[in-house]
């Protein structure tokens, strides 16, 4: 299975607003509801951020949001704080009962 | 709270198994979540390795299904990994983590620490 299309990086001002994209196929990101988000800080356990798409955990905050339309899914995160500079991974459910990961994105907060 | 610890060996040799136990203190690992295995490759992005549902039913990377075994006890409360035949590309941060929501293959809700394991002579 191949990995699901990260952009390596973006970057945006603390306030302003961010998009990450998910891109992969209709066999997973476009075939279930089942995308979840992840935020890691290298070193540490990466953190679920969004899962089923659009839905966010107790405790995180609702600067996270999850959309989809077709097979890409993005994360946008507003309001960015000096905190969100990390790495964001997506991952799908797939066609073949399987998990798959995003290569990556690096968030930096200029 | 619920906690996941992974544990064994730091370094194993080329061409041997690498196998990871993660104790899971604070829930039942008979209950009704997905539990799965991620690493991490220095410098690379996360990769799915394989889940296991209560029941026992297994679900397994293609890449590396012909080498995983991921199982349960339940009398431990352990979850374990078992990956054959290594190389150097094996060598990565290795976490156990919970899936949610429970019956579902979807995210990861916690996770442990990680543990660092690698592959060399």
């Known amino acids: 299975q191949s990995a699901l299309t990260q952009p390596a990086s973006v970057s945006g001002s603390p306030g302003q607003s961010i998009t990450i994209s998910c891109t992969g196929t209709?066999?997973?990101?476009?075939?279930?509801?089942?995308v979840s988000w992840y935020q890691h800080h290298p070193g540490k356990a990466p953190k679920l951020m969004i899962y089923g798409v659009s839905n966010r955990p107790s405790g995180v905050s609702n600067r996270f949001s999850g959309s989809k339309s077709g097979n890409t899914a993005s994360l946008t995160i507003s309001g960015l704080q000096a905190e969100d500079e990390a790495d964001y991974y997506c991952?799908?459910?797939?066609?073949?009962?399987?998990?798959?990961f995003g290569g990556g994105t690096k968030l930096t907060v200029l | 709270q619920v906690q996941l610890q992974e544990s064994g060996p730091g370094l194993v040799k080329p061409s041997e198994t690498l196998s990871l136990t993660c104790t899971v203190s604070?829930?039942?690992?008979?209950?009704?979540?997905?539990w799965g295995w991620i690493r991490q490759p220095p410098g690379k992005g996360l990769e799915w390795i394989g889940s296991?549902?209560?029941?026992?039913?297994?679900y397994y990377n293609p890449s590396l299904k012909s080498r995983v075994t991921i199982s349960v006890d339940t009398s431990k409360n352990q979850l374990s990994l078992k990956l054959s035949s290594v190389t150097a590309a094996d060598t990565a941060v290795y976490f156990c983590?919970?899936?949610?929501?429970?019956?579902?293959?979807?995210?990861?809700?916690?996770w442990g620490q990680g543990t660092m394991v690698t592959v060399s002579s």
């Open positions: 983590a919970r899936g949610a929501p429970p019956g579902t293959l979807d995210g990861f809700d916690i």
């Open positions: 209709g066999s997973d990101v476009g075939g279930y509801h089942y």
């Open positions: 604070g829930y039942s690992i008979s209950s009704v979540y997905y």
């Open positions: 296991i549902y209560h029941s026992g039913s297994t």
């Open positions: 991952s799908s459910y797939t066609s073949s009962s399987t998990l798959v």
